[in-house]
């Protein structure tokens, strides 16, 4: 038996739910009888923060608009979270909100505070809504009710933290940006990590300065170090930190590709046995772009790990470009095995083990026309453009012309300190040269 007009019920859809017409119930008859006049509901506006944490409580504003002629009734709003500017059912749903009726032509405004899931990866998101998602309400348009926010909000680390665990002794590790707190680690930015050696920090005052000066090399380069400082510190004598060098390189090198990282976007500037991790951590990922190895550390008796055994070490094998630089004064602390594993090694003299860094420095610092800027020139290391000015393998380790048996292209000299760059010299394949800086 049919019921009488003047009765109104509500219809039930495929999802159990009531269907409501704007301005009133839908007859549960057939044929259905929609009112004339409809409701149109449509989000107008999307605001979100720039930037933010994975895990983070953030606000966002929303307004949503009602085109349509007559009010409208309560309806249902999906805020949801995606990769692109197209939100449906499939992005990530971060909460579900109920918003009172709206007149015709009116609107409704609120602030929505929302928690970003905590094991989000690092990229742009969107933000964006859908009003009415299971289409309760009849209105004029049902292809207006998803919007995202037009500027992406960037879900980016401040830090990748973690541990590395040797023989039941766990160590914390850190990968942040220098000198800027608060600053978010971007994956798809050309990177330099800088990583320090045995009983240093990431604030180690030359490391802090080399970091420094890497940042003045390229705008829009991004400089971060790979803090280990609790697994290479080893006293005054010790030398449990070597032990360390492989996992932590095998935990950068996971945590960086979980972030997004590819090798071909990072360049690896490594000091003593931070040199050792650049490396491990390069073959961990294939290949790098470039690694810049200061004084590779030699192997500390007794450990687990020997960087001078044959073919533990390889530093041109996993990089597009390597140079590496040895001290002469550096004895027992720098391997020339190691940094003979370079694609190119030069060897300084009249500084050692401790003032490396600072003549490094001090050559990058050195101005465009100065004559051994352009020899050692990050732009040179990063495009591997030949050098015709020296033959390379000219030199022993200990800084004498070796035409035969000879691993180093040059030899730099330090200024009396120790602590800059003086002079280099070369074999042009003729004759010994002098360059001053």
């Known amino acids: 038996m049919r019921h009488s007009p003047r009765v109104r019920r509500r219809a039930t859809t ?16 057939e044929p259905r009888v929609v009112p004339a006049a409809l409701c149109d509901l449509t989000p107008v ?3 979100t923060p720039d930037a933010a944490e994975p895990g983070d409580r953030i606000e966002v504003n929303l307004e949503i608009k009602n085109l349509g002629a007559v009010t409208s009734p309560r309806f249902q709003v999906e805020i949801r979270l995606s990769l692109d500017d197209i939100i449906d ?33 690092a990229g742009n998101y969107h933000i964006g809504v859908i009003v009415d998602p299971t289409h309760q309400v009849v209105e004029q348009d049902d292809a207006n009710n998803a919007l995202a926010d037009v500027a992406t909000i960037a879900l980016f680390r401040e830090q990748l933290t973690g541990r590395v665990t040797i023989q039941h002794r766990t160590k914390s590790v850190e990968i942040h940006a220098v000198g800027d707190a608060g600053a978010a680690i971007n994956p798809d930015l050309t990177t330099w990590v800088v990583i320090h050696g045995r009983n240093e920090s990431s604030t180690s005052p030359d490391l802090f300065a080399l970091a420094q000066q890497i940042d003045q090399y390229q705008a829009g380069d991004q400089i971060l170090v790979l803090d280990w400082t609790a697994a290479a510190a080893s006293g005054a004598l010790g030398g449990q930190g070597e032990n360390y060098i492989r996992p932590v390189a095998a935990w950068a090198a996971q945590a960086l590709t979980e972030y997004g990282f590819t090798g071909q976007q990072l360049n690896l500037v490594g000091y003593s046995w931070g040199a050792e991790v650049a490396e491990e951590l390069a073959e961990v990922l294939g290949e790098v772009n470039s690694i810049l190895a200061l004084d590779p550390a030699r192997d500390y008796p007794g450990g687990s790990y020997d960087p001078e055994s044959p073919g533990e070490v ?6 597009e470009q390597s140079w590496a630089f040895y001290a002469t004064a550096g004895f027992p602390f720098g391997s020339p095995i190691v940094a003979s594993t370079a694609e190119d090694a030069f060897v300084l003299t009249g500084s050692d083990h401790f003032g490396i860094v600072s003549v490094v420095t ?3 610092a050195l101005s465009v026309d100065n004559p051994v800027a352009n020899a050692f020139s990050l732009g040179r290391l990063l495009t591997g453009l030949p050098l015709a000015i020296w033959q390379q393998g000219g ?17 730099l000299v330090a200024a009396i300190n120790g602590k800059a760059i003086s002079a280099v010299r070369y074999f ?8 001053m800086a």
């Open 89 to 121: 059912g499939q992005d990530q749903l971060l909460t579900t909100v109920i918003r009172r009726k709206i007149g015709a032509g009116g609107e409704t405004q609120w602030s929505q505070r929302l928690k970003l899931p905590d094991d989000l990866t």
């Open 314 to 319: 390889n530093l041109q094998a996993h990089a």
């Open 45 to 47: 506006l999307i605001q």
């Open 362 to 364: 001090s050559i990058l």
């Open 14 to 29: 495929a999802f159990g739910f009531a269907e409501y017409a704007c301005g009133g119930f839908v007859e549960d008859l």
């Open 395 to 411: 030199y022993s380790s200990d800084g004498s012309l070796d035409l035969v048996d000879g691993e180093f292209d040059a030899v």
């Open 428 to 435: 042009d394949g003729t004759t010994e040269n002098t360059r």
